[in-house]
């Protein structure tokens, strides 16, 4: 069975650091590009980053250039988020999100998500 | 960065009726080397991760219902559903991959009226 798990979310203080992570399984992890993408609560979905399956094209939402950066090991079936300088804005639940195209160097839709891990920012 | 925007917010349809929900992007989304656009539509209800229904404007992902469709081109785009269906209460998503940011419509949120 295909599925992503997340992990790492907490509560938070405003300016500290949070590392989430996402674990694959079920497919060939390192052939699909990945994508995270969160929700405010009672809000719509954000686009926040996504990683080429090779790890050489990343792209962020300006909301969070410069202070997240995304990452993947492939050995591990692993994703994961690395976000610093956390603003109270950026209190959601974060998924994980796999394309449906294998090797794709173009955008695709977004086949498979975790249930996501939340992370909240308040002092 | 390229804006969608959904129509209408919110929306009730009646049991077996038809239901629409229009996407419009701020510039064309059509990718040229294939010829398709660059548009999925997701559907998520309450406590759940999003689910892919269509993608390239107006391809069913495999197991969706066949009364969910797509269509449009270029800026302009429509998910139908031909027959409403208790389950398929949830808030609706267009979002273009065409450009990065991927950027997702503000959703509409589809009740029984």
């Known amino acids: 069975e295909v599925q992503l798990v997340e992990s790492g979310g907490a509560l938070v203080q405003p300016g500290r650091s949070l590392r989430l992570s996402c674990a694959a399984s079920g497919f060939t992890f390192d052939d699909y590009a990945m994508h995270w993408v969160r929700q405010a609560p009672g809000k719509g979905l954000e686009w926040v980053s996504g990683i080429s399956w090779s790890s050489g094209s990343i792209g962020y939402a300006d909301s969070v250039k410069g202070r997240f950066t995304i990452s993947r090991d492939n050995a591990k079936n692993s994703l994961y988020l690395q976000m610093n300088s956390l603003r109270a804005e950026d209190t959601a639940l974060y998924y994980c999100a796999k394309v449906r195209l294998r090797l794709l160097s173009i955008g695709d839709a977004f086949d498979i998500w975790g249930q996501g891990t939340m992370v909240t920012v308040s002092s | 960065d390229i804006v969608m925007t959904q129509s209408p917010d919110s929306l009730a349809v009646s049991l077996g009726e038809r239901a629409t929900i229009n996407c419009k992007s701020s510039?064309?989304?059509?990718?040229?080397?294939?010829?398709?656009?660059?548009l999925a539509w997701y559907q998520q209800k309450p406590g759940q991760p999003p689910k892919l229904l269509i993608y390239?404007?107006?391809t069913r992902e495999s197991g969706v219902p066949d009364r969910f469709s797509g269509s449009g081109s270029g800026t302009d785009f429509t998910l139908t559903i031909s027959s409403l269906q208790a389950e398929d209460v949830a808030v609706y998503y267009c979002q273009q991959y065409y450009s990065t940011p991927y950027t997702f419509g503000q959703g509409t949120k589809l009740a029984i009226k």
């Open positions: 510039q064309s989304v059509l990718y040229s080397s294939n010829s398709k656009n660059s």
């Open positions: 390239w404007a107006s």
